[in-house]
């Protein structure tokens, strides 16, 4: 799998767009990218996915950028219940595994 | 959606007993399941994958005489953690996956704290 940097932290005021930013530049052809979030003591949850398109859907959007090097996931509207570690993904899909880098922890602040 | 339910979420045992953790695909067929480990503040480690029918592939150095998989179906998957320790105290967590619908993703079920005192 294509390793994924991301920020170590990040903060948001309540309310303003947080951009979420992860380089992939050893992406190959075929592997998608995916994020997903992790609340303190829970599992994984899926926010989104895409493979060389823009993608939104109820949670967030999704920009790629035309080389497909990185990505930024947009959470439009942040809420105090999106503080989280957020997980950039890269991999095949089907049974390919998923590995874990240490993410993004975003604190949203009142 | 793809709902993906663990048990138990959290268990408590003593030192040298065996643990048996659940993952249940509810709501589809999860033909290959995943097993992860998390310690605190650290990152999801993968522990083994887990396909229907077949023995689990494991990553490297994870003991698979310790950490049995099994698949029987393509709804359950468990591990079974043998001769537990307080170093194998830690967030256990499965995945599921079902092949050819690329708009799921993978799901994950919400854990379990196994503690060993």
């Known amino acids: 799998d294509a390793k994924t940097t991301q920020p170590t932290s990040m903060d948001c005021a309540e309310g303003r767009a947080a951009n979420l930013p992860c380089n992939h530049s050893t992406i190959s052809g075929n592997e998608y990218v995916y994020w997903y979030r992790q609340i303190h003591s829970q599992g994984p949850q899926y926010i989104i996915h895409?493979?060389?398109n823009n993608e939104t859907n109820e949670m967030a959007s999704l920009i790629i950028t035309e080389d497909r090097k990185s990505s930024t996931l947009i959470l439009p509207h942040a809420t105090l219940r999106d503080t989280a570690v957020y997980y950039c993904?890269?991999?095949?899909?089907?049974?390919?595994?998923?590995?874990f880098g240490t993410g993004t922890r975003l604190t949203i602040i009142p | 959606g793809a709902v993906v339910s663990q048990h138990p979420s959290w268990v408590i045992c003593k030192s040298g007993t065996s643990v048996k953790i659940e993952c249940r695909s509810l709501?589809?067929?999860?033909?290959?399941m995943f097993w992860y480990r998390q310690f605190p503040k650290q990152s999801l480690m993968l522990m083994a994958t887990s396909n229907e029918g077949s023995k689990a592939t494991y990553e490297q150095g994870v003991e698979k005489d310790k950490f049995l998989i099994n698949h029987a179906s393509l709804t359950l998957s468990t591990l079974t953690v043998t001769s537990a320790h307080p170093e194998d105290s830690s967030f256990y967590i499965c995945?599921?996956?079902?092949?050819?619908?690329?708009?799921?993703?993978?799901?994950f079920g919400s854990g379990t704290r196994l503690t060993v005192v």
């Open positions: 895409g493979l060389k």
């Open positions: 995945s599921a996956t079902r092949t050819l619908q690329s708009q799921y993703g993978y799901t």
């Open positions: 993904i890269v991999s095949n899909f089907g049974n390919e595994k998923l590995t």
């Open positions: 709501d589809f067929q999860a033909t290959t």
